[in-house]
Nanobody
Framework: QVQLVESGGGSVEAGGSLRLSCIAS????????MGWFRQAPGDEREVVAI???????FYASSVQGRFIISEDNVKNILYLQMNSLIPEDTAMYYC??????????????????????WGQGTQVTVSS
Protein backbone atom coordinates (compact mmCIF):
# COMPACT_ATOMS: atom_id res chain seq x y z
CA GLN A 1 0.00 0.00 0.00
CA VAL A 2 1.33 3.42 -0.91
CA GLN A 3 2.70 5.58 1.92
CA LEU A 4 1.78 9.26 1.93
CA VAL A 5 3.52 12.01 3.90
CA GLU A 6 2.04 15.50 4.18
CA SER A 7 3.99 18.65 5.00
CA GLY A 8 3.68 22.41 4.74
CA GLY A 9 1.17 23.11 7.46
CA GLY A 10 1.62 25.88 9.99
CA SER A 11 0.12 28.94 11.60
CA VAL A 12 -0.78 31.98 9.53
CA GLU A 13 -2.91 35.07 9.87
CA ALA A 14 -6.14 35.46 7.96
CA GLY A 15 -5.47 36.44 4.38
CA GLY A 16 -2.20 34.54 4.26
CA SER A 17 -1.16 31.58 2.14
CA LEU A 18 0.27 28.12 2.64
CA ARG A 19 1.25 25.35 0.27
CA LEU A 20 0.75 21.79 1.43
CA SER A 21 2.69 18.92 -0.09
CA CYS A 22 1.97 15.20 -0.10
CA ILE A 23 4.74 12.85 -1.18
CA ALA A 24 3.83 9.35 -2.33
CA SER A 25 6.20 6.45 -1.74
CA UNK A 26 5.39 4.83 -5.05
CA UNK A 27 6.00 6.05 -8.56
CA UNK A 28 2.70 6.76 -10.16
CA UNK A 29 2.66 6.33 -13.89
CA UNK A 30 -0.89 5.46 -14.70
CA UNK A 31 -4.32 6.86 -14.15
CA UNK A 32 -4.90 7.64 -10.50
CA UNK A 33 -6.95 9.83 -8.22
CA MET A 34 -5.76 11.87 -5.27
CA GLY A 35 -7.34 14.35 -2.94
CA TRP A 36 -7.02 16.67 0.02
CA PHE A 37 -9.32 16.43 3.01
CA ARG A 38 -9.58 18.23 6.32
CA GLN A 39 -10.95 17.67 9.77
CA ALA A 40 -11.53 20.33 12.38
CA PRO A 41 -11.91 19.41 16.07
CA GLY A 42 -15.38 18.05 16.71
CA ASP A 43 -16.21 17.89 13.01
CA GLU A 44 -16.30 15.07 10.50
CA ARG A 45 -13.59 14.77 7.88
CA GLU A 46 -14.57 16.53 4.70
CA VAL A 47 -13.39 16.69 1.13
CA VAL A 48 -11.46 19.80 0.14
CA ALA A 49 -10.29 19.07 -3.40
CA ILE A 50 -9.93 16.10 -5.70
CA UNK A 51 -7.44 15.60 -8.52
CA UNK A 52 -7.59 13.09 -11.34
CA UNK A 53 -4.51 12.27 -13.39
CA UNK A 54 -6.42 13.16 -16.55
CA UNK A 55 -6.35 16.72 -15.24
CA UNK A 56 -9.80 16.99 -13.77
CA UNK A 57 -10.20 18.85 -10.51
CA PHE A 58 -13.08 19.42 -8.12
CA TYR A 59 -13.29 21.75 -5.14
CA ALA A 60 -15.55 22.07 -2.18
CA SER A 61 -17.61 25.23 -2.47
CA SER A 62 -16.00 26.60 0.70
CA VAL A 63 -12.54 26.70 -0.95
CA GLN A 64 -13.46 27.29 -4.59
CA GLY A 65 -11.45 30.19 -5.98
CA ARG A 66 -9.00 30.20 -3.05
CA PHE A 67 -7.36 26.76 -3.15
CA ILE A 68 -5.61 25.04 -6.04
CA ILE A 69 -4.82 21.33 -6.21
CA SER A 70 -2.03 20.22 -8.51
CA GLU A 71 0.44 17.43 -9.03
CA ASP A 72 4.08 17.05 -9.93
CA ASN A 73 3.96 13.58 -11.44
CA VAL A 74 7.72 13.46 -11.89
CA LYS A 75 8.35 13.88 -8.18
CA ASN A 76 5.16 12.05 -7.08
CA ILE A 77 4.00 15.10 -5.11
CA LEU A 78 0.47 16.37 -4.69
CA TYR A 79 0.13 20.04 -3.75
CA LEU A 80 -2.59 22.18 -2.25
CA GLN A 81 -1.99 25.90 -2.67
CA MET A 82 -4.15 27.70 -0.14
CA ASN A 83 -4.68 31.44 -0.58
CA SER A 84 -6.82 33.99 1.22
CA LEU A 85 -6.97 31.76 4.25
CA ILE A 86 -9.73 32.34 6.80
CA PRO A 87 -10.07 31.05 10.38
CA GLU A 88 -12.66 28.53 9.19
CA ASP A 89 -9.87 26.79 7.25
CA THR A 90 -8.24 25.76 10.51
CA ALA A 91 -8.06 21.96 10.54
CA MET A 92 -5.84 18.94 10.17
CA TYR A 93 -5.30 18.42 6.47
CA TYR A 94 -4.88 14.94 5.00
CA CYS A 95 -4.06 13.68 1.55
CA UNK A 96 -5.41 10.45 0.18
CA UNK A 97 -4.63 8.42 -2.92
CA UNK A 98 -6.41 5.76 -4.91
CA UNK A 99 -3.77 4.50 -7.34
CA UNK A 100 -5.95 1.94 -9.08
CA UNK A 101 -6.48 2.68 -12.78
CA UNK A 102 -10.18 2.16 -12.05
CA UNK A 103 -10.21 4.90 -9.42
CA UNK A 104 -13.34 7.01 -9.34
CA UNK A 105 -13.19 10.78 -9.55
CA UNK A 106 -15.57 11.55 -6.74
CA UNK A 107 -16.12 13.96 -3.88
CA UNK A 108 -17.75 11.19 -1.86
CA UNK A 109 -15.85 10.88 1.39
CA UNK A 110 -17.31 7.40 1.89
CA UNK A 111 -15.54 6.24 -1.28
CA UNK A 112 -12.19 7.60 -0.15
CA UNK A 113 -12.59 6.15 3.32
CA UNK A 114 -13.14 2.76 1.74
CA UNK A 115 -10.58 2.78 -1.09
CA UNK A 116 -8.03 5.48 -0.27
CA UNK A 117 -4.59 5.31 1.28
CA TRP A 118 -4.10 8.11 3.82
CA GLY A 119 -1.29 10.18 5.22
CA GLN A 120 -0.94 11.23 8.85
CA GLY A 121 -1.98 14.82 8.28
CA THR A 122 -0.52 18.29 8.68
CA GLN A 123 -2.05 20.98 10.90
CA VAL A 124 -3.16 24.32 9.50
CA THR A 125 -4.11 27.09 11.91
CA VAL A 126 -5.45 30.43 10.70
CA SER A 127 -5.78 33.27 13.20
CA SER A 128 -8.04 36.26 12.79
Amino acid sequence: QVQLVESGGGSVEAGGSLRLSCIASEYVNSRHCMGWFRQAPGDEREVVAIFDSTGSTFYASSVQGRFIISEDNVKNILYLQMNSLIPEDTAMYYCAADLRPTCVFTMSYEYWALYGSWGQGTQVTVSS
